[in-house]
Structures are given as C-alpha cells and as structure tokens.
C-alpha cells in the first residue's frame, strides 16, 4: 500500500535515519511549501506564519517551549514530541557539568591554555598553578534534582551509582515516573527545602509560566555555600542577576550550563556549553525516528501517540473509511458527530473519542465512503476544530 505523497517541511536538520521512517513517497524539505506537517527541533516557530496546510508538528526532541503549542491547538493542529528520546545524551552531559563544577575544569583548562615557554617552564608553572584548581569528589555529596521525568530521574539513578546522595522534588510526578525513580531518591517538600539540603542542584523541569525563575535570588541564599547549580533545562528557569550574585558572593561556586549568557561570560566559574545536551548522534536519530512514526501514524490513520496538546489514541483501521475529528471537549459532540453521520445514510463501524484538557479526539471507522457534503457538515459543527478524511488507499 502507498501512501499519499503528504508534504512536510523541515525547519530544522533531523537526522535521515529519522526521516527514512516515513512512508515512501512523501517529499520532504526545507523549502516544502503547503506542508501537511512539520519537523523541528529548536527553530523559533512563535513569531512564523504556519501555513494554513499544516495539520501536525513534530518536535524532535523533548521541549515545545519553542512552539506556540495554544494557537496550534485553537487551530486543531496537534504537536507531537519525542519523550525520553534524548534523556540519557542529557544525563550523561550533566554528569559531565558535575565533574566540571566540582574539580574546576573549566578555568584549569582556561589556565593550561594561557602557559607558554619550554616543556620545563610548562611543568614548572603546571606544578605550581594546579593548587588554584583542587576541587572536590562526587561521592558522598547530595544531588538536589528538581523536576524527576525521562531526564531527572535518570540523572538521579547515575548520581546514587556514583556514590551520591539524591533528594528529588516533583510535585506533578507521574506514575509511571515515579516507579523508574531509585528507592534511594528521598523526598524534597519544596524547592526551598531541597535546595537547602543539596551540594549540587540539578534543573530538569521544562520551562513553563511557572517555572520561569524557578532559581531565583530567594533560592539561590537558601543554598549550602559552595553549591555547584546545573541548568541543562532552559536559560529562562534561572534568574542570571541572581546567579551573578550568588557566585560572586561564593554562595554558588560554579554554575554550569547550557545557556551562554552575556551578563555571566566573564565570570570564572561560569561554564556554558552551547545547548549541546540532546547533540549526540544517538539522542538525535531517537528523537527523529520517534517523532517521524508519530507523524506518519497521525497523518496516515489519524492515530496520536505523544502529543502535547491532544490525547493520545489508537484505533486499529477495520473499515477503509476513516474519519479523524479534532473537537473541543465540550458535551454534546459526539450525539451531533453521529446525528450527522446518521442524517446522510452512513453506518458507524467503529467509534474512539479521548479528551486531553480543553480538547477532545474522535476516531470514527464507516462502513460507506464519505459524501464532501458530510465532511462540511461535521466541520459546521460548533465546537469541531479539524475534520480530516482518511480512506484508506
Ligand atoms: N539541554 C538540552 O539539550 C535539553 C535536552 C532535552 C530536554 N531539555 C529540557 O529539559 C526539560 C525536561 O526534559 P524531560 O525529558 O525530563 O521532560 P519530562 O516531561 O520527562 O520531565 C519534566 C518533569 O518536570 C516536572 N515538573 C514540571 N514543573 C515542575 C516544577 N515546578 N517543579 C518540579 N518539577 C516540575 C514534571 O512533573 C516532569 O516530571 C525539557 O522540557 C527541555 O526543556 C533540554
Ligand atoms: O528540548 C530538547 O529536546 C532540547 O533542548 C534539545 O534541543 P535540540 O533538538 O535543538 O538539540
């Protein structure tokens, strides 16, 4: 069975082993106009016109901060994201910025490439500069991790295999989340209490209205002296003025991250990678090989798995005539879904509505194809955001 070549816009590279997922015959490019769905990692969509023609986004990668994810779902486009797809590029990275914070990598290294002179005048100054740098170890020490999802709780499970103590804070936690977690992990009540207790602070929330700041001045003096801070979050979930003060007052001693920032480049122990976390080739064909299956299962049968905005469902295809409907999840709508169905003569075979939210989704499998009339019946339906008619081919 070939499917219809469907059009999709890449608005940034993603990897090919990704793309190679979806079904032949689509056409696929940075310059695809009226695209059926969208591929994207950190490109800022918020101030882009999104054509008319998009029906679905596909975040490779883990945050949708970069996505006006509201106007989508007004609009009835669903935006899915690879969850967990980079988590372990990122845990091992921020082991890394712990190491870095710790034994002062980042301005030994800045020592080492200053040196000049003989391989004797180098070892000379070697020796005698290196007690500017003694650091201390990781085992025995108390990782504070805030925000225990695909990322936070695989950094917690690495810290206590090096030897550390984790307390954790959550206060949205899944199940499913909550059973990954290492029995060691103790329970923070609140950031302030969990900072309190911490040498090292590690942020893996994502970067929402209410997380903004979330590391602030207040926090920040709640902190043990000498606290090493990890972001590999989002820039916005810490206030730099705050961190500025906080190293300079030696409240912080390094704070590490993936954010370059203007206002703390020249301090010493500022380390900013530039947002390398989820840059590993593995975490990249993950995220794109995930979210390229998502797309093509939703253009293709209407099916939702790891959406932000709409529920997930799956409805095996018994019929060829499918209908996809994008509905506000509101009472009444599958009474008139069916009343207009009905009024034209057509037989439900199967039915699947889920709710996520404001939002609602509804599967439904006909027994006979499906009049154009009927298409802008269901659509004229206050409250239906998107009707999508998928046949099978
Ligand atoms: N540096 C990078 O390249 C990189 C890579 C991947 C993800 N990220 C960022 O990391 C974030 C987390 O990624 P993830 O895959 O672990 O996501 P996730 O959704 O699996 O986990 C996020 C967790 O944060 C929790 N949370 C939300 N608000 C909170 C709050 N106020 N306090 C404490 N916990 C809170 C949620 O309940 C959830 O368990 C992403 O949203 C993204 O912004 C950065
Ligand atoms: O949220 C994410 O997944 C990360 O920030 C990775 O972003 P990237 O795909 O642009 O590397």
Redesign the pocket.
């Known amino acids: 069975m070939s499917a219809k070549a469907r059009r999709i816009l890449t608005l940034n590279a993603i990897s090919r082993k990704g793309l190679a997922r979806l079904p032949e015959g689509y056409v696929v490019g940075n310059d695809v106009a009226e695209p059926d769905g969208i591929l994207v990692r950190s490109h800022a969509m918020h101030d882009m016109a999104i054509p008319a023609s998009v029906m679905a986004i596909g975040r490779a990668?883990?945050?949708?901060?970069n996505i006006p994810v509201k106007q989508m779902s007004e609009r009835g486009i669903v935006v899915f994201n690879a969850?967990?797809a980079?988590?372990n590029?990122?845990k091992e990275?921020v082991i890394a910025g712990m190491i870095m914070g710790a034994r002062n990598l980042a301005p030994a290294l800045c020592f080492v490439s200053r040196l000049e002179g003989d391989a004797e005048r180098l070892h000379e100054q070697v020796e005698a500069g290196k007690k500017q740098y003694v650091g201390h170890e990781l085992a025995g020490r108390t990782l504070g991790v805030?925000?225990?999802?695909?990322?936070?709780?695989m950094v917690a499970d690495a810290a206590i295999r090096l030897g550390m103590h984790v307390i954790g804070?959550?206060?949205?936690?899944?199940v499913e989340?909550a059973w990954r977690l290492p029995a060691q992990v103790k329970k923070a009540a609140s950031?302030e209490d969990l900072v309190k207790h911490a040498d090292f602070v590690s942020l893996?929330?994502?970067?929402?209205p209410?997380?903004r700041d979330?590391i602030n001045a207040e926090r920040i003096n709640l902190m043990r002296k000498g606290t090493v801070l990890l972001n590999?979050?989002?820039d916005g979930i810490v206030s730099e003025p705050a961190v500025l003060d906080g190293l300079n007052q030696g409240r912080l001693h390094a704070y590490v991250c993936?954010f370059p920032s203007n206002l703390l480049r020249q301090h010493p122990r500022f380390v900013a990678l530039p947002?390398?976390?989820?840059?590993t080739e593995e975490a990249e064909e993950n995220c794109a090989v995930m979210v390229a299956e998502q797309l093509a299962d939703y253009l293709e049968n209407g099916n939702i798995l790891n959406s932000v905005n709409f529920p997930n469902i799956n409805m095996p295809r018994e019929s060829t005539w499918r209908l996809a409907i994008a509905n506000a999840n509101v009472p009444n709508m599958l009474g008139q879904i069916s009343t207009a169905l009905a009024g034209a003569g057509l037989n439900i075979h199967n039915m699947l509505n889920k709710s996520k939210g404001d939002l609602a989704y509804t599967l439904v499998d006909v027994d006979s194809a499906v009049p154009e009339a009927v298409l802008l019946a269901l659509a004229g339906i206050e409250g239906v955001l998107r009707v999508r008619y998928l046949p099978a081919e």
């Open positions: 990668g883990a945050g949708t901060n969850p967990g980079n988590a590029a990122v990275l805030v925000g225990l999802g695909a990322i936070g709780s804070f959550d206060p949205e936690i899944t989340a950031v893996h929330v994502p970067f929402l209410a997380t979330l590999f979050a989002r993936d947002h390398l976390g989820a840059s």
